[in-house]
């Protein structure tokens, strides 16, 4: 489920939407807009062959992530946003691409940066 607020004017956008109304909310979100995404990211083990009486399963769970920054693109599977934006020429720095079905949560900080 994911859940989407508006934490400027407080107001909640929708909450509890199914995966397949996804699409949908993700386009209250538009270039410019200054969003917190909290999200699932993926683990991986460690690099060796593991015996399973060695693994626990704590070291290989996901991780939920916060991550800050300006939406730069808003694609139908995936959201980008950046944490630095130059302008004059346009230019930017620490993009990170999260795919929509990882999202849990989003929260619109600045509308149009």
Known sequence: MVKFTEKK???????SKENKNMEKDF????????VEISWIDSCSCKIQ???????NKSDIEPTIISSVGIVLYNETDYITITQ??????PQYSGLTTIPKGCIKDVL????KF
């Not at 004017?9 to 909450?15: D, F, I, Q, V, Y």
């Not at 062959?49 to 693994?55: A, P, R």
């Not at 619109?108 to 509308?111: D, G, H, S």
Request: proline share 3%; aromatic share 12%; net charge negative.
């Open 108 to 111: 619109l900080l600045v509308r």
């Open 84 to 89: 630095n934006w130059g302008f004059n020429p």
């Open 27 to 34: 386009k209250e979100f538009q270039v410019g807009d200054k």
């Open 49 to 55: 062959w593991t015996l399973s009486e060695d693994m």
């Open 9 to 15: 004017m407080g107001n909640t956008l929708s909450e």
